[in-house]
């Protein structure tokens, strides 16, 4: 839990489940940094949809097409598609809209090009105008 907030800006609560993971070592961390810890339900893993959802797109978005080769490689991809998730990525229930919001760029001129950036090491892209040359 301490190198999930290694600046010292942690959250008010942690919503959890209910895995042995979460014991009475573990919550005392929590309760020591300051953090609530709120359970979900026992079998009730709706409760927690958001993070759920969050789970599912990175396993399917991420995980499902780069094999990570450490802990570090892993620590990078996940750093890298956080950024993704949050600035490039359109997200339905905010109307197409990204997290963080975004600009939406007219059509700067006739001879402009539409670029793929990529992102997450290729595996996904963010798309601009550009001028042709």
């Given at each position: ?25 573990v ?38 097409h ?23 990525r ?44």
């Amino acid at each position: 839990m301490r190198e999930a907030f290694p600046y010292g800006e942690v959250p008010r609560y942690l919503i959890h489940d209910n895995d042995k993971k979460f014991g009475k070592r573990v919550l005392s961390v929590i309760q020591g940094m300051g953090i609530k810890s709120k359970p979900t339900t026992y079998r009730s893993p709706w409760q927690n949809g958001l993070c759920e959802r969050w789970i599912l797109s990175c396993r399917n978005e991420l995980l499902g097409h780069v094999v990570p080769l450490s802990e570090a490689h892993l620590r990078r991809l996940l750093h890298e598609y956080v950024g993704y998730y949050h600035e490039d990525r359109t997200h339905l229930r905010l109307a197409k809209e990204t997290p963080m919001g975004r600009e939406s760029a007219p059509k700067p001129s006739a001879t402009a090009k539409v670029v793929a950036l990529p992102r997450v090491g290729g595996v996904h892209h963010r798309y601009e105008w550009r001028d042709a040359a």
